[in-house]
């Protein structure tokens, strides 16, 4: 065994936030799944929460998913009553999307459940490791952004 190489590999940015991510991912989607929600869908809501009257191709836009996913992202929360979908005042093919009275509900919910997953991933960090270690990977996320 190369030990070297084994280590180069261990710690590698990449494959360390690759397996966080999918750690945090498994966790939130459990949590989701008790609220009904799933990575998607909890995504356009966090969405629509911050700003409503958004088109579909927005919101896909927005949180990188492609149309057909969205689609059927949209679908399933309009059959939870959690959105609706009403018509473009200047495009046919098009609507806009708004949360229902059950859809802002998720304000009092959502917030508290992507706290307790970050409480639970930051624990071991002080709030100053806390604030360096977000501000170092949005500088770099924002580096790659800029490429």
């Known amino acids: 065994m190369d030990k070297k190489v084994r280590k180069i590999r261990e710690d590698s940015f990449g494959l360390l936030v690759k397996k966080l991510s999918l750690r945090i991912e498994k966790e939130l989607g459990l949590r989701l799944a008790n ?56 495009s046919r093919r098009a609507n806009l999307i708004y949360l229902t009275a059950k859809g802002h509900e998720q304000r009092g919910k959502l917030p508290r459940l992507i706290n307790g997953v970050n409480e639970d991933f930051l624990g071991a960090c002080n709030r100053d490791e806390r604030k360096m270690l977000q501000g170092a990977l949005a500088k770099i996320l924002n580096n790659q952004l800029l490429k």
């Not at 949180?63 to 979908?85: C, F, K």
């Open 35 to 90: 609220a009904g929600l799933n990575i998607k869908t909890f995504g356009i809501i966090m969405l629509l929460l911050e700003e409503e009257g958004l088109t579909q191709k927005e919101l896909g836009d927005r949180t990188g998913v492609p149309g057909y996913a969205t689609t059927r992202s949209l679908d399933s929360l309009e059959e939870q009553g959690l959105i609706e979908r009403r018509p473009h005042p200047t």
